[in-house]
């Protein structure tokens, strides 16, 4: 079974800052940056390729609406916003996701005990999704 569709469905648990009937975002267990986020759609698509052209316009409108709730929660520089499409891109779970990865000119405080790709400590999780949750509502 799909780790993503598990999340989405509720049988595993994520950290999730979003969710509507079409979307779901959630932190990244293994982030590359503090508030790594995936937004990924309801429906399981192995890839962006394969949405279903009613369901893009949420996940693109999601997509930006957390990436500028990441930004402004992290006080982030900047935001790399990507998708992996196929093994050889680099795409690891094979349920259609974006990468939401906020960045630096200099690493923040929240960068002090921070190991990129590592799972994190539940307080680092718990801090980001309620700061990211906490900024949505202004958004």
């Not at 648990?13 to 293994?30: E, M, P, Q, T």
């Not at 259609?96 to 200099?106: G, N």
């Not at 994190?120 to 801090?127: D, G, I, L, T």
Request: aromatic residues 10%; glycine residues 4%; charged residues 25%.
């Amino acid at each position: 079974m799909c780790i993503f569709c598990n999340i989405v469905e509720g049988r595993d648990h994520g950290y999730i800052v979003y969710s509507n009937d079409r979307v779901v975002a959630f932190l990244d267990k293994f982030p590359i940056t503090p508030g790594h986020t995936l937004v990924v759609p309801r429906t399981h698509y192995e890839n962006f390729l394969e949405i279903s052209e009613d369901v893009i316009p949420y996940l693109c409108t999601a997509v930006r609406k957390i990436s500028i709730a990441v930004k402004k929660a992290l006080k982030a520089d900047g935001i790399r916003i990507l998708t992996n499409i196929g093994k050889s891109a680099g795409q690891v779970v094979f349920h259609s996701h974006f990468h939401i990865v906020p960045t630096w000119s200099q690493d923040p405080d929240i960068m002090k005990d921070f190991v990129p790709r590592k799972e994190q400590s539940r307080e680092y999780y718990e801090y980001v999704q309620k700061a990211i949750i906490e900024t949505l509502k202004n958004i």
